[in-house]
């Protein structure tokens, strides 16, 4: 079975610039959680998304968005990027409705470098 | 709010030592989810364990076993008879419940890394 899957690996942007980062789910998983990673910060929740809709969210400015298709996968955007926005970029799906009481199965990751 | 606490930044151990790592949890939910996850250096998250707040049996799995206490609202883990496979960061992670699984976080502590040296 296939894991969680990213795209890209690994991304550098400059300030002011929006980005699009890409997550397929593991094959019927209907959640899709999003996660930022940082030596500073850590490991940070960003949303949750589930049968398209947004349901929980972490406290992060509105720069920071995401959508989720019919078919699970998700997208996550960020807009005006900021230097602090260097980050590793994780996303994570899970069976069921539980979503973030759910076992999460994370994917490898974006590396996002801000210039 | 949500707060999980890892005071250990970093663990050194030799191969074969015992390790405990700590994990502090601070929620107002009743119901809640309590988690390990696995970050080796290839950087992949893995899960380890779920526990709810109303299972208080401590678990052993292999070399590995958890020891939760509502009493103290900690959730340690326990590495019998390291090995250096296990180094990597070792993340604690909180969720709270809801009813629709609405106006919820996964809250994670800061990490604890260990590192078992042979």
């Known amino acids: 079975k296939a894991g969680v899957t990213q795209t890209p690996r690994y991304l550098i942007k400059t300030r002011g610039q929006q980005v699009t980062l890409s997550c397929s789910p593991i094959s019927g998983h209907r959640s899709v959680s999003w996660y930022q990673q940082t030596p500073g910060q850590g490991l940070q929740f960003l949303f949750e998304?589930?049968?398209?809709?947004?349901?929980n969210k972490g406290n992060f400015p509105g720069r920071f968005s995401g959508r989720q298709f019919s078919n699970s996968r998700s997208e996550m955007n960020v807009s005006t990027l900021e230097l602090g926005d260097s980050a590793l970029y994780l996303c994570a799906s899970s069976l069921g409705t539980g979503g973030l009481n759910q076992p999460q199965h994370f994917g490898d990751g974006t590396r996002l470098s801000i210039l | 709010a949500q707060k999980v606490t890892q005071a250990q930044t970093e663990i050194s151990v030799v191969e074969k030592e015992d390790v405990t790592l700590d994990c502090v949890y601070e929620?107002?939910?009743?119901?809640?989810?309590l988690f390990w996850y696995k970050q080796p250096p290839s950087g992949e998250l893995v899960f380890l364990i779920r526990r709810n707040s109303f299972d208080e049996q401590n678990e052993i799995s292999g070399r590995y076993s958890w020891n939760f206490q509502k009493s103290t609202s900690s959730f340690n883990f326990t590495i019998t008879a390291s090995q250096v496979v296990d180094s990597a960061v070792y993340f604690c992670a909180l969720s709270g419940a809801s009813y629709n699984n609405a106006g919820n976080m996964l809250t994670f502590g800061g990490g604890t890394r260990l590192m078992v040296k042979p």
């Open positions: 998304y589930f049968s398209e809709t947004q349901r």
């Open positions: 929620t107002r939910d009743t119901t809640y989810y």
